[in-house]
DNA sequence: TTGTGTTTTATTGCCTCC
DNA sequence: GGAGGCAATAAAACACAA
């Protein structure tokens, strides 16, 4: 019994995680959409025998039995009427007992797979945060890198307005800035219109700042969060 | 030896299909 | 309506640590 419940529960788990995991991939079917109405809890059945089928003690099949149906079941999962018979007087058993052990071996059959299923998922799933938090690191870098670079366009710009007026404009043109001090769009384009950055670029305490156009990097820190 | 967890065999109740 | 399938469950059999 309690291997049916362990695996039961595990399964419900199991599948708990995947929607959690997979939204909109699986959803999982609640209870009350498989079953209509409340099962009725049987009754037990203490040393009697209403089937007949046993005596007053469950025999457990020999070894040879196991095996040979083991092999049949390995053929095919399902069981025809005819080859439940010929399997049953083969093995001495009762045919009846030959279809509660297939139905059986099925139901352990299923939860195994749901088993190797869910393991499966489990690893690509890991698989993908690693790889996510890899494109993440990168990310970081290529932010740091641009920031040095905007620091060094300031650097240039400051440079370039203490000299006169003609070279300053022969500079910014050279540059790619206007006479304004602000980035012209001709060469280094920092305009949302454009497709060069992302985002938008500012100046704090004499810092240069880049704002992301979308919150995406911080949606990702989020995710991240809620799975490591 | 005994308590406890796991596995196996079997039953029950419900559902679907022919 | 009967046969067969499945989920849930019971209970015997088994394994094993304390």
Redesign the pocket.
């Known amino acids: 019994?309690?291997?049916?419940?362990?695996?039961?529960n595990q399964?419900e788990d199991q599948m708990a995680l995947f929607s959690q995991l997979y939204p909109g991939v699986y959803t999982p079917i609640p209870?009350a959409s498989?079953?209509?109405?409340?099962?009725?809890?049987?009754?037990?059945?203490?040393?009697?025998?209403?089937?007949?089928?046993?005596g007053?003690?469950?025999?457990?099949?020999?070894t040879e039995?196991?095996t040979l149906?083991e092999e049949s079941f390995g053929n095919e999962?399902?069981?025809?009427?005819d080859r439940?018979d010929r399997l049953a007087s083969e093995l001495g058993?009762?045919p009846?007992?030959v279809?509660?052990?297939?139905?059986?071996?099925?139901?352990?059959w299923?939860s195994k797979k749901l088993e190797e299923e869910y393991s499966k998922l489990k690893s690509l799933h890991e698989a993908a945060i690693v790889e996510k938090c890899r494109l993440e690191t990168e990310v970081l870098k290529l932010k740091e890198q641009l920031s040095e670079a905007g620091k060094e366009i300031q650097k240039l710009s400051s440079i370039s307005s203490s000299s006169s007026s003609s070279d300053h404009q022969r500079c910014c043109d050279h540059q790619g800035f206007n006479s304004s001090n602000s980035p012209s769009t001709s060469s280094i384009s920092m305009d949302r219109g454009q497709p060069d950055f992302l985002g938008d670029f500012g100046y704090e305490d004499d810092v240069m700042f880049y704002m992301p156009e979308n919150s995406y990097s911080v949606q990702c820190m989020e995710w991240l969060n809620l799975y490591m």
Do not use: C, Y
């Open positions: 019994m309690t291997i049916t419940m362990t695996n039961n399964i209870p498989r079953e209509s109405k409340p099962r009725r809890r049987r009754r037990k059945n203490k040393g009697g025998d209403a089937s007949g089928l046993m007053a003690k469950k025999r457990k099949l020999s039995q196991v149906l999962h399902k069981l025809e009427s439940k058993l009762d009846r007992q279809a509660v052990w297939f139905q059986n071996r099925r139901a352990r299923k």
